[in-house]
């Protein structure tokens, strides 16, 4: 609930159970939709240190001025007594025992982290733990700025309500549609971009989800950014990217506006390729690129694909209690023989997952599994295939370790994986782990560090740049 403290004033819908440190002539003004986490402090006031003594002599509640001679001393002797107001924005969150001190404006959209000491203005959606220590934006400058133009924290309770569930993803692509439709923000910059895929489907025999490639790689990347998806018209002057089309050897394809061809896992439209080497080529991974760039007359653009942590969640854990495989279900069928039995001895549970759906259906199951388990003998890098590390990307992060039968395309997230060819050398390798916590915690660290690298921030960005 908020304090009632009458120096301390909350905006509309924010809560939070405050400390006022210094009840006179201090301010504490909060914006809208804060949480403040519980014993936050914030220091209206100081000592004044220019004296011999920063104790407050003459206070009527110290003991030793009933021992002073009068006059006592003003109060301004010992406390500062300015009016020092502090000032925290819209949308921010305060995490529980943190200390704010005077003077400080922490901005819209911030994050500080519990038990952390601020001193010092924090920036717009900046995140800070500990002393003053910024480690990263919430988004990208552009995100930012568009976000401090909507302010949708002024909008009518029912406008707010009716974006709810945007507010509560990561979809600021689906945020600035709502606002280019709805007239909320006139200088929003519209993006002039559009994205073709065949549209996700389910087999007739398991139920598994085909064109996953769809899913990730056209349906999420423009839901983040706002452009447009299988549009029908208002496109030809877009930047135009066609993702896997379903093209058969020998046919044709019409490629229309600015286009770009993503290729994917598809060697079967490298005739496709070669027919327009006037359109750009669009790899998954830094293996398929450096396949592509001497077979194909094109100029190849890479751009990875991203993981399925938006929100950047964090997983607890305690112990090395299940490991995942997560992929088709006859992929399964090529798991080391033996490998469920000697996990069930060490009291570990294996996990199958091949019924996903959604991006989180697919958080779920990492949020689930202390180490992965990717097994793939049956690809044969001799011929020219095409292939991405996003399994090993996601389960990074996540911060969980990954130990796999080795492969030419996970060279890219080098430090996230264990190597290795035989069932023996992975239980060795899972027992390592098992034993040595520090070790697991070092891996785990390195994971999701570069899974930064991954985050469908960074890889909008890419996409934007195309434009």
Excluded at 121 to 142: C, H, L, M, Q, T
Excluded at 227 to 234: C, D, H, R, S
Excluded at 341 to 356: D, M, Y
Aim: aromatic share 10%; with cysteine; hydrophobic share 35%.
């Amino acid at each position: 609930m908020p304090n009632r403290n009458p120096n301390v004033i909350f905006g509309k819908h924010s809560y939070g159970d405050i400390q006022m440190v210094g009840r006179r002539g201090g301010r504490v003004t909060i914006g809208k939709y804060c949480s403040i986490g519980g014993a936050t402090a914030f220091m209206a006031h100081d000592h004044n240190i220019g004296n011999i003594s920063s104790f407050p002599f003459g206070h009527r509640g110290m003991p030793i001025s009933k021992l002073m001679k009068p006059p006592l001393p003003d109060r301004e002797k010992f406390n500062t007594m300015r009016r020092l107001e502090i000032i925290i924005g819209n949308d921010v969150w305060i995490g529980t025992n943190a200390v704010i001190f005077r003077e400080v404006t922490i901005g819209d959209g911030a994050v500080i982290g519990a038990y952390s000491t601020i001193t010092k203005d924090v920036p717009p959606y900046a995140v800070v733990v500990g002393n003053d220590r910024i480690i990263r934006k919430r988004f990208s400058d552009e995100d930012i700025e568009f976000l401090l133009k909507l302010k949708w924290w002024d909008l009518e309770d029912q406008e707010v309500a009716d974006i709810g569930n945007i507010l509560c993803s990561a979809n600021i692509g689906g945020l600035r549609k709502w606002a280019e439709e709805n007239g909320k923000c006139p200088n929003n910059k519209v993006i002039k971009m559009s994205f073709f895929a065949k549209q996700p489907n389910r087999t007739r025999g398991d139920g598994h989800l085909q064109r996953v490639s769809s899913l990730v790689r056209a349906n999420q990347i423009a839901e983040y950014i706002g452009a447009k998806l299988n549009p029908t018209e208002g496109y030809e002057n877009d930047v135009c990217i066609y993702v896997k089309p379903h093209v058969k050897p020998g046919n044709d394809f019409k490629f229309e506006g600015k286009p770009y061809l993503d290729i994917c896992d598809a060697p079967d439209l490298y005739h496709l390729a070669r027919k327009h080497p006037e359109v750009p080529v669009i790899s998954a991974s830094k293996y398929n690129y450096k396949l592509l760039k001497p077979i194909l007359p094109n100029k190849i653009v890479n751009i990875p694909q991203q993981h399925c942590n938006f929100e950047r969640v964090k997983r607890n854990r305690e112990g090395i209690t299940r490991v995942g495989c997560i992929g088709t279900f006859h992929a399964f069928a090529f798991l080391p023989q033996g490998l469920k039995e000697a996990l069930a001895e060490r009291g570990i549970e294996l996990l199958e997952f091949s019924k996903f759906f959604s991006r989180q259906d697919v958080v779920d199951f990492y949020m689930k599994i202390d180490i992965q388990i990717i097994w793939r003998p049956y690809l044969d890098y001799n011929k020219d295939i095409l292939a991405n590390p996003l399994k090993l990307q996601n389960s990074a992060a996540f911060g969980v370790p990954t130990i796999l039968y080795d492969e030419p395309v996970f060279k890219e997230m080098k430090g996230c994986y264990i190597p290795v060819h035989t069932l023996d050398e992975f239980l060795t390798q899972l027992d390592s782990l098992r034993s040595n916590p520090a070790l697991y915690e070092k891996y785990s660290k390195r994971c999701i560090e570069k899974a930064e690298d991954y985050h469908i921030e960074r890889i909008a960005e890419l996409y934007k740049a195309l434009i």
